[in-house]
T-cell receptor, first 112, second 112 residues
Framework: EPEVTQTPSHQVTQMGQEVILRCVPISNHLYFYWYRQILGQKVEFLVSFYNNEISEKSEIFDDQFSVERPDGSNFTLKIRSTKLEDSAMYFC??????????FGSGTRLTVV | GQQLNQSPQSMFIQEGEDVSMNCTSSSIFNTWLWYKQDPGEGPVLLIALYKAGELTSNGRLTAQFGITRKDSFLNISASIPSDVGIYFCAGQTRSNTGKLIFGQGTTLQVKP
């Protein structure tokens, strides 16, 4: 069964550094999302992406965050200058119309 | 913002017992989804509900989309040890696409 693939599975970074989280959605997905889950908490929406542009973003998704789909397959989330509170699991998801989301298995980001 | 209240927060049951969990909201949702999350993994879709009043089954799982569109429940019958995990409800305001609002999760433990 097709999967949404996320890399790396775990990233440790110094506070203030830039990180790029990568996702390869399923080929027939049209809508793409990033979510995060702070340890022990619920999953929170960050941003949705459709037709090569952001369609919606949450309050969490401030100027430090950006998304790209540079080559039609990879979907990336960049955090420009990481803070301690950015430590979380980051989930990519893809969707085609009339179907539920497919989530990736996540990237655990640890900011030290 | 929109919030989902999910209960109970945790359950510890005997193998073979039935389980019920629910989500309520002050806002209307057009889609309700139920996910299961295993440790270190992304949420996996269990059941999707698209119409108010809809009752849908997936094996031992049954979920209903409340008639007011402000609530949903998930039942698991004859629980088994592999049912252990965190169950999340999620609501979507658009019919098939767009961000998900997640509940806080129900942690289920099953004693063999």
């Amino acid at each position: 069964e097709p999967e949404v693939t996320q890399t790396p599975s775990h990233q440790v970074t110094q506070m203030g550094q830039e990180v790029i989280l990568r996702c390869v959605p399923i080929s027939n997905h049209l809508y793409f999302y990033w979510y995060r889950q702070i340890l022990g908490q619920k999953v929170e929406f960050l941003v949705s992406f459709y037709n090569n542009e952001i369609s919606e973003k949450s309050e969490i998704f401030d100027d430090q965050f950006s998304v790209e789909r540079p080559d039609g397959s990879n979907f990336t989330l960049k955090i420009r200058s990481t803070k301690l509170e950015d430590s979380a699991m980051y989930f990519c998801a893809g969707q085609r119309v009339n179907y539920g989301y497919t989530f990736g298995s996540g990237t655990r980001l640890t900011v030290v | 913002g929109q919030q989902l209240n999910q209960s109970p927060q945790s359950m510890f049951i005997q193998e073979g017992e039935d389980v019920s969990m629910n989500c309520t909201s002050s806002s209307i949702f057009n889609t309700w989804l139920w996910y299961k999350q295993d440790p270190g993994e992304g949420p996996v879709l269990l059941i999707a509900l698209y119409k108010a009043g809809e009752l849908t089954s997936n094996g031992r799982l049954t979920a209903q989309f409340g008639i007011t569109r402000k609530d949903s429940f998930l039942n698991i019958s004859a629980s088994i040890p592999s049912d252990v995990g965190i169950y999340f409800c999620a609501g979507q305001t658009r019919s098939n696409t767009g961000k998900l609002i997640f509940g806080q999760g129900t942690t289920l433990q099953v004693k063999p």
